[in-house]
């Protein structure tokens, strides 16, 4: 199958009709992704079949938040399934969904495939781009939480960052180093530095 035509009908069906309150894991965050894991996947030398089954799993690793924040990853592996189970073997679709639970919060990928995706999907961490991709985040979670202030969202980034880390050597050498700078802004700003 042809992801670009399978990527322009998920976007139409689904991702297009995500509320307007995912200010993060939205249309923009599934093209980042997709992005950044193409991108790993060429420094990583990874094959082109496997490259095409990255690519579907990044396309639907959030799509789950169409009904639920909630065990969204799960969500997200059946809606992959109804769309590719015509297409690709039991084996590809096993990948495809581990890579998409690789995502999951403490993120546990065991593949290579998994840990570029678990990297391409908080890979903003260890950027430039930091700041003004959390600030959606941020956003995203007040719409939940109205009482969600600015210190929180701080007090809960740097608990997350200090847990987390990279899992491919390309973002362990490119994206670590200014993850740990964004990390000593968050310090910064609730004076424990």
Not at 25 to 45: G, M, P, Q, R, W
Not at 78 to 88: D, Q, S, T, V
Request: hydrophobic fraction near 35%.
């Amino acid at each position: 199958m042809v992801f670009e035509e399978i990527q322009h009908t998920v976007y139409q069906e689904i991702l297009a009709k995500l509320p307007s309150h995912l200010t993060y894991h939205n249309l923009d965050h599934t093209d980042y992704v997709i992005e950044k894991a193409i991108f790993l996947a060429k420094e990583l030398k990874v094959s082109a079949q496997d490259l095409h089954l990255l690519k579907l799993a990044a396309l639907f690793h959030d799509t789950g938040f169409i009904d639920n924040p909630k065990d969204h990853e799960q969500k997200g592996c059946k809606i992959a399934k109804g769309y590719l189970e015509e297409g690709y073997t039991h084996e590809e679709l096993q990948k495809i969904y581990g890579m998409i639970m690789a995502t999951k919060i403490p993120q546990s990928p065991t593949t290579l495939l998994e840990n570029i995706l678990a990297d391409a999907d908080l890979e903003y961490l260890g950027t430039d781009l930091f700041e003004k991709i959390g600030k959606t985040l941020y956003e995203e979670l007040k719409h939940f939480n109205p009482d969600f202030t600015e210190q929180a969202w701080d007090e809960l980034q740097l608990v997350f960052m200090q847990k987390h880390h990279f899992h491919t050597e390309y973002c362990q050498k490119h994206r670590e180093p200014k993850k740990q700078e964004n990390l000593l802004t968050v310090k910064k700003r609730l004076g424990v530095v």
